[in-house]
């Protein structure tokens, strides 16, 4: 069916939700239209709205206990400074494994909602913690700036993006120019620079303790951990069990053994795959102990377990007597029979047997009446009779590279006598033989038996000519003369299938839990996983030395305090002519480009150079922090002679320049531009190899 990209695009849920956000600025701006001075709007990229209300909060805050916030900050300093170093050594260390041998776990990618992260999920389970994350880090600048007697020139929030809301908060504004005066303490900057990334180290280890807690904190109001039977599978879609289980229904015990997936999350999985006391194959029936959370009264129902059939292709209905061949699993998604089918092919019966999917004779109820470990024939439009593969269901990447047992790597023919080593699944894949052999190994021989594409490929003879027992080795002879060892497995499947949709599910033991409902303690969980992601992240990020993150600042301090360390501080007398100011009436300061200002010798308006304006009488100056310098000016003075609104006004000046100021700009922009590359190249590097993984379009 023909799909309108335009009108996709505009029943976009994130597009709504977007477009609804913006209007509504648009409105508020309208209706505020008095204050408009207090936002910026920058449509589609950027919205601040601006108030003093909150000022005063952090400052009673930050002024009551001086002695203690300056000692706490002080602490921030170490703690933030060990991200900084952590984060550096991290990316670093990640670009080199993104480079040589890539996993998905070195991926590096940014939060975009609708591009990496599902909107719904976005929406349902990030926000609370970037708001939360995101306040508090600017709440912690705050604090400790008003500690250190500091005025807060404004608070607010803002949200950003490109038209699409990617990150949103609140925020503090400080008087930036105060922090370019040499006579403001390093040390109170420092503290200053680091207090919103130490509190979010302070909440990594919140969220931490909460995740380690969780179920300790649930059982304050709710049973331990079960599973809902949240969907049944039909008989027409594969299932078995479409008339012994009722949805809604919780599983409480299987065959006398208590659930509780507080101790073991994967114990369902791990009754079907025999890894309890509980032996399972296809045929078999287990007891389902359930409860009833209408009737609050249990029940005993026979489940049984049919073959979980896999083919390594997923199927649609076509019409009633045809299926459509969707998505084809490469190798290393575990598929078996990649290069055999391919998507769009149209499959009309198997094994001769004609599909029907008008009486419920569909392609996936066939494949369940399979026998795994055969080869099947299927019809397909304009390609005749195709001979497929049937397994059991793969647990692991890469299962099905070899018939007969599981080595953990896929490769390819480098010449007619050699294989080479494309990928080695890592133990967290499910990988046996991660550190035994690398991507890029050449592989010539096996248990002495030489490779020959033609005649003595390497599927042969590790299937027939070998076809090693499981936890056997195997000694892998490579082109530069190495033997490598590998340990063989059993190819890891699951044999039997339910045919069921589990949920997370706990049992409310009093009236406020009832009211919060029995998947609370599911979406709570999933809030304290995103509060410790968000915050680690921002905490490493936030300290690295690149203009936009606060790392940048206290990096610049390190680098100022080791330049004069080392040359000493060097300051001259110079005179700057014609520094163009542009007048506003409703902003009556302005600051000076540079930070310590001696005199101002002259302002007029550019239009005019003979009409100038005198300090002391038609403005005045704005000291810097505990010095006799200057670093702004004021036309909120009682003067009858005002700048003319929007008008230019040019000013000559004399100021105290740094003959350092060079090299501590070059070592910074260096410091900068490296992490820059490093870290832009783990997003870059992350998008091409993992993009078809991790990003949603």
Same mark, same amino acid.
């Given at each position: 069916?023909?799909?309108?990209?335009?009108?996709?695009?505009?029943?976009?849920?994130?597009?709504?939700?977007?477009?609804?956000?913006?209007?509504?600025?648009?409105?508020?701006?309208?209706?505020?239209?008095?204050?408009?001075?207090?936002?910026?709007?920058?449509?589609?990229?950027?919205?601040?709205?601006?108030?003093?209300?909150?000022?005063?909060?952090?400052?009673?805050?930050?002024?009551?206990?001086?002695?203690?916030?300056?000692?706490?900050?002080?602490?921030?300093?170490?703690?933030?400074?060990?991200?900084?170093?952590?984060?550096?050594?991290?990316?670093?260390?990640?670009?080199?494994?993104?480079?040589?041998?890539?996993?998905?776990?070195?991926?590096?990618?940014?939060?975009?909602?609708?591009?990496?992260?599902?909107?719904?999920?976005?929406?349902?389970?990030?926000?609370?913690?970037?708001?939360?994350?995101?306040? =508090?880090?600017?709440?912690?600048?705050?604090?400790?700036?008003?500690?250190?007697?500091?005025?807060?020139?404004?608070?607010?929030?803002?949200?950003?993006?490109?038209?699409?809301?990617?990150?949103?908060?609140?925020?503090?504004? +400080?008087?930036?120019?105060?922090?370019?005066?040499?006579?403001?303490?390093?040390?109170?900057?420092?503290?200053?620079?680091?207090?919103?990334?130490?509190?979010?180290?302070?909440?990594?280890?919140?969220?931490?303790?909460?995740?380690?807690?969780?179920?300790?904190?649930?059982? +304050?109001?709710?049973?331990?951990?079960?599973?809902?039977? &949240?969907?049944?599978?039909?008989?027409?879609?594969?299932?078995?069990?479409?008339?012994?289980?009722?949805?809604?229904?919780?599983?409480?015990?299987?065959?006398?053994?208590?659930?509780?997936?507080?101790?073991?999350?994967? %114990?369902?999985? *791990?009754? $079907?795959?025999?890894?309890?006391?509980?032996?399972?194959?296809?045929?078999?029936?287990?007891?389902?102990?359930?409860?009833?959370?209408?009737?609050?009264?249990?029940?005993?129902?026979?489940?049984? $377990?049919?073959?979980?059939?896999?083919?390594?292709?997923?199927?649609?209905?076509?019409?009633?007597?045809?299926?459509?061949?969707?998505? #084809?699993?490469?190798?290393?998604?575990?598929?078996?029979?990649?290069?055999?089918?391919?998507?769009?092919?149209?499959?009309?019966?198997?094994?001769?047997?004609?599909?029907?999917?008008?009486?419920?004779?569909?392609?996936?109820?066939?494949?369940?009446?399979?026998?795994?470990?055969?080869?099947?024939?299927?019809?397909?439009?304009?390609?005749?009779?195709?001979?497929?593969?049937?397994?059991?269901?793969?647990?692991?990447?890469?299962?099905? #590279?070899?018939?007969?047992?599981?080595?953990?790597?896929?490769?390819?023919?480098?010449?007619?006598?050699?294989?080479?080593?494309?990928?080695?699944?890592?133990? !967290?894949?499910?990988?046996?033989?991660?550190?035994?052999?690398?991507?890029?190994?050449?592989?010539?021989?096996?248990?002495?038996?030489?490779?020959?594409?033609?005649?003595?490929?390497?599927?042969?003879?590790?299937?027939?000519?070998?076809?090693?027992?499981?936890?056997?080795?195997?000694?892998?002879?490579?082109?530069?003369?190495?033997?490598?060892?590998?340990?063989?497995?059993?190819?890891? @499947?699951?044999?039997?299938?339910?045919? =069921?949709?589990? &949920?997370?599910?706990? %049992?409310?033991?009093?009236?406020?839990?009832?009211?919060?409902?029995?998947?609370?303690?599911?979406?709570?969980?999933?809030?304290?996983?995103?509060? +410790?992601?968000?915050?680690?992240?921002?905490?490493?990020?936030?300290?690295?030395?690149?203009? %936009?993150?606060?790392?940048?600042?206290?990096?610049?301090? $390190?680098?100022?305090?080791?330049?004069?360390?080392?040359?000493?501080?060097?300051?001259?007398?110079?005179?700057?002519?014609?520094?163009?100011?542009?007048?506003?009436?409703?902003?009556?300061?302005?600051?000076?480009?540079?930070?310590?200002?001696? *005199?101002?010798?002259?302002?007029?308006?550019?239009?005019?150079? &003979?009409?100038?304006?005198?300090?002391?009488?038609?403005?005045?100056?704005?000291?810097?922090?505990?010095?006799?310098?200057?670093?702004?000016?004021?036309?909120? @003075?009682?003067?009858?002679?005002?700048?003319?609104?929007?008008?230019? +006004? !040019?000013?000559?000046?004399?100021?105290?320049?740094?003959?350092?100021?060079?090299?501590?700009?070059?070592?910074?922009?260096?410091?900068? %531009?490296?992490?820059?590359?490093?870290?832009?190249?783990?997003?870059?590097?992350?998008?091409?190899?993992?993009?078809?993984?991790?990003?949603?379009?």
């Amino acid at each position: 069916m023909y799909q309108n990209p335009v009108f996709d695009f505009i029943s976009n849920p994130y597009f709504l939700f977007s477009l609804i956000f913006w209007l509504a600025m648009f409105l508020v701006v309208f209706i505020f239209k008095k204050k408009r001075a207090s936002f910026e709007f920058f449509f589609p990229f950027f919205f601040m709205a601006r108030t003093k209300r909150f000022n005063r909060l952090l400052t009673k805050i930050g002024q009551k206990w001086p002695r203690f916030w300056k000692a706490f900050w002080t602490v921030g300093i170490f703690v933030s400074f060990a991200f900084l170093v952590y984060g550096f050594w991290y990316l670093t260390s990640n670009l080199f494994t993104l480079i040589f041998n890539p996993k998905i776990q070195n991926a590096v990618i940014p939060l975009i909602p609708g591009v990496t992260i599902d909107f719904f999920q976005f929406i349902t389970y990030l926000i609370l913690p970037i708001l939360f994350v995101v306040t =508090l880090h600017e709440c912690g600048h705050g604090v400790a700036a008003t500690a250190e007697k500091l005025e807060l020139k404004s608070t607010g929030v803002l949200a950003a993006g490109a038209f699409f809301l990617i990150g949103f908060g609140a925020f503090v504004e +400080l008087n930036e120019q105060t922090f370019r005066s040499r006579r403001f303490p390093r040390l109170a900057k420092m503290r200053i620079f680091t207090a919103g990334t130490f509190v979010n180290a302070i909440e990594f280890g919140i969220a931490f303790l909460l995740i380690m807690n969780f179920s300790s904190l649930m059982s +304050l109001g709710y049973s331990q951990r079960y599973f809902a039977i &949240q969907g049944v599978s039909t008989n027409a879609e594969g299932g078995f069990n479409a008339n012994n289980l009722v949805a809604g229904e919780v599983c409480v015990a299987i065959n006398g053994t208590s659930i509780n997936l507080d101790q073991n999350a994967n %114990i369902l999985n *791990d009754i $079907l795959t025999n890894k309890t006391d509980l032996r399972c194959k296809p045929g078999d029936t287990l007891i389902f102990k359930l409860y009833q959370p209408t009737t609050r009264t249990f029940v005993n129902r026979e489940v049984l $377990l049919g073959p979980r059939n896999f083919i390594g292709f997923t199927v649609s209905k076509e019409n009633d007597s045809a299926a459509r061949i969707d998505t #084809v699993y490469t190798v290393e998604q575990g598929g078996n029979n990649f290069g055999t089918v391919f998507s769009d092919w149209i499959i009309t019966s198997v094994n001769d047997t004609n599909l029907d999917y008008a009486n419920n004779d569909t392609f996936e109820s066939r494949v369940i009446q399979l026998q795994a470990g055969n080869k099947v024939n299927i019809s397909v439009d304009g390609q005749g009779n195709v001979e497929i593969n049937v397994n059991y269901y793969p647990n692991v990447a890469g299962a099905f #590279v070899f018939n007969s047992t599981y080595l953990g790597f896929t490769y390819s023919y480098d010449s007619v006598t050699t294989v080479k080593i494309e990928r080695v699944f890592s133990t !967290l894949e499910g990988g046996n033989n991660e550190g035994n052999i690398k991507a890029g190994d050449i592989i010539t021989a096996v248990n002495g038996k030489y490779i020959d594409k033609t005649s003595h490929p390497l599927a042969s003879i590790i299937d027939t000519d070998i076809h090693p027992a499981p936890d056997g080795t195997l000694n892998f002879s490579t082109a530069d003369g190495r033997t490598l060892t590998l340990r063989a497995a059993a190819i890891p @499947v699951t044999p039997v299938f339910i045919g =069921l949709i589990p &949920q997370d599910y706990w %049992i409310p033991q009093n009236f406020f839990t009832e009211l919060l409902g029995p998947t609370f303690p599911s979406w709570l969980e999933q809030e304290f996983w995103w509060f +410790l992601m968000i915050s680690v992240s921002l905490t490493m990020f936030n300290m690295m030395p690149v203009p %936009i993150f606060d790392g940048n600042r206290v990096v610049k301090e $390190l680098v100022d305090w080791g330049v004069e360390k080392k040359r000493g501080a060097r300051y001259q007398r110079r005179k700057r002519e014609g520094v163009r100011i542009q007048f506003n009436e409703k902003n009556l300061e302005y600051n000076f480009p540079e930070a310590e200002i001696l *005199d101002v010798e002259r302002v007029t308006y550019e239009s005019d150079p &003979q009409f100038t304006f005198e300090n002391g009488r038609d403005f005045k100056l704005l000291k810097s922090w505990g010095a006799d310098t200057y670093d702004g000016m004021s036309f909120d @003075v009682a003067s009858k002679k005002r700048p003319i609104d929007q008008e230019t +006004l !040019l000013v000559d000046y004399v100021y105290s320049h740094d003959q350092n100021q060079g090299i501590k700009k070059n070592i910074l922009r260096a410091i900068s %531009i490296v992490t820059s590359i490093i870290i832009i190249a783990n997003f870059v590097l992350s998008a091409v190899n993992f993009g078809k993984i991790l990003f949603w379009v």
